[in-house]
């Protein structure tokens, strides 16, 4: 989301609130001082009905301290649980679904040029007594945005010990959602499985190096492999066009691994 809006010419602040520790005070206070003319707040769908009411208390406090500023969520939530958290959370004028840095990046555009929202794709907002949701457009993942690590530093965020190199461990999704239906898995709440090219993750893998002189990934799709004939070429490649001395991991199914693959 951050990364999508600098590239579009945006100044992004980022408070992890997680990683400061701060209280609800200290979010308030750090945003009011940024003067912000957008205000994103990031929905987290791993424990939905926990998060929605923190993320109410927190878009409540800022809607009183900003009432001049627009103040909207974003979530990769489907249609069903986009309207579910927009009630949940009043506070917001609206709230981005699917895949949200992207109508985040036209919601941004609209407000500065001082246009209306109203028919802003991929949005659920408050019109009047009325929700109204615009579906989402076609995305193309490969327009996917490298994300602002300078921002979020990702030591910030551990992995499991398998997972984790001796240096920092950047994070990169190949594809988004998965395709089976595990009926215990947040997973299948979320909008369908979608994936990026190899040369996409291949161009994000040599600007993560060239950037932030990243040395080891961890592909965090939920389900590596779900494609066999892209895993195949992806593992193929980046040994050959990838950054030199890369130590990457995956996380996947058993049944999508063979001896091939292996
Ligand atoms: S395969 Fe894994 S990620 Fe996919 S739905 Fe099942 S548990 Fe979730």
Redesign the pocket.
């Known amino acids: 989301m951050a990364g999508g809006l600098r590239d579009a010419g945006h100044e992004v602040s980022l408070a992890d609130q997680h990683v400061k520790a701060c209280s609800l005070e200290v979010i308030v206070s750090e945003t009011v001082s940024a003067h912000p003319e957008l205000i994103l707040l990031m929905h987290s769908d791993y424990n939905r009905k926990l998060e929605e009411s923190i993320l109410e208390r927190v878009a409540a406090a800022l809607a009183t301290a900003l009432p001049d500023v627009p103040l909207w969520g974003f979530g990769r939530l489907d249609r069903e649980h986009a309207v579910a958290a927009a009630e949940a959370i009043p506070s917001l004028h609206g709230l981005l679904f699917d895949e949200p840095e992207f109508p985040a990046v036209a919601l941004a555009t609209l407000l500065e040029a001082g246009e209306s929202t109203d028919s802003l794709p991929g949005a659920v907002q408050q019109l009047g007594e009325e929700l109204s949701v615009v579906e989402p457009e076609r995305v193309d993942m490969d327009r996917t945005p490298i994300p602002a690590w300078d921002l979020a530093h990702p030591s910030h965020y551990g992995f499991s010990p398998h997972q984790q190199g001796e240096d920092t461990v950047f994070p990169v999704l190949a594809s988004r959602g998965?395709p089976?239906?595990?009926f215990y898995?947040e997973?299948?709440v979320r909008p369908p499985w979608r994936t990026r090219s190899v040369d996409a993750v291949l161009e994000e893998l040599s600007t993560l190096q060239a950037r932030y002189g990243m040395r080891s990934v961890f592909l965090a799709d939920?389900?590596f492999a779900i494609q066999k004939d892209w895993a195949m070429e992806f593992c193929r490649r980046v040994q050959s066009e990838g950054p030199r001395g890369l130590r990457w991991s995956c996380m996947s199914?058993t049944d999508r691994v063979d001896p091939e693959l292996t």
């Open positions: 998965c089976f239906p595990c898995c997973v299948r939920p389900t199914r």
